[in-house]
């Protein structure tokens, strides 16, 4: 008897794959732990400097955020990110009302 290698694609049905939901998981844990911290004041914007080298977009990023935080305090928050040469992400700045 043998075996069939299956291999399963996540995309969640909105375009958004493993690699920005990664990312924007550790982008909201470090927002939520901001916005505890700060009393929870709402948190607008959070501002990110992106290495090109992440191969990360705007909008996928902003797609896999807003579907992560949609139950959470940060569910209206925007994503910016100004790119860089280079690898690495780094929140620069978060906006609170």
């Known amino acids: 008897m043998g075996f069939i290698r299956v291999h399963l694609w996540l995309n969640f049905s909105l375009g ?3 690699h920005e939901i990664g990312i ?7 927002a939520l732990e ?11 914007t ?7 080298g992440e191969m ?6 902003q797609q896999a955020f807003s579907m992560l ?5 940060l ?3 925007k994503v910016e990110m100004e790119e860089f040469v280079g690898m ?3 929140m620069m700045s978060i906006e609170v009302e």
């Open 69 to 73: 935080a949609k139950d959470t305090i």
């Open 56 to 61: 990360l977009t705007q909008e996928a990023l």
């Open 46 to 52: 959070i501002y990110l400097k992106v290495g090109i």
């Open 24 to 30: 924007a998981k550790g982008i909201l844990k470090k």
């Open 34 to 44: 901001f916005a505890e911290a700060n009393k929870g004041k709402k948190i607008t």
């Open 75 to 77: 569910r209206r928050t």
């Open 16 to 18: 958004v794959d493993m």
């Open 88 to 90: 690495g992400i780094t």
